[in-house]
């Protein structure tokens, strides 16, 4: 049976850099940019050990992110360690939140942000 495992999460934006800059300055991303054999830059991401790339959305080429819930990928998830000090830091920083604290189940506390271009994110609380 083939083993698969993650290897990255693919950003578009009609700003990477701008982009970039709001997951290091919200949550701690790391910022990796690298320039390219045709002088180009590229802007990746270390986010909590996961790999983003953001790559740039051409003016025309792209469409905007529909409004969740939607068919497809609909968000991804980071654990925190406390849910309601993690979220109380984010909107100090001026992060939206579409879902503030809530208890999914028993032991599980969940909320939901927006990063650019509409990106979804859930923050959860497990224990």
């Known amino acids: 049976m083939t083993e698969f495992k ?9 700003d990477p850099e701008a982009t970039a800059d709001w997951y290091r300055d919200k949550l701690g991303a790391e910022v990796i940019k690298s320039q390219q054999a045709d002088g180009s830059w590229r802007i990746d991401l270390n986010l909590a050990g996961q790999k983003v790339f953001i790559a740039k959305a051409l003016p025309g080429k792209a469409a ?17 360690n406390d849910i309601k000090a993690s979220v109380a830091a984010l909107k100090a ?28 994110i859930e923050l959860i ?3």
């Not at 506390?109 to 650019?116: D, N, S």
């Open 125 to 127: 609380q497990r224990g």
């Open 64 to 80: 905007e992110a529909p409004s969740s819930p939607y068919l497809g990928l609909d968000h991804f998830g980071l654990t925190v």
């Open 6 to 14: 993650w290897e990255h999460i693919h950003l578009r934006s009609p």
């Open 93 to 120: 920083k001026g992060v939206h939140f579409t879902m503030d604290v809530t208890t999914n189940r028993p032991g599980v506390q969940i909320a939901f942000l927006t990063a650019p271009e509409n990106v979804s």
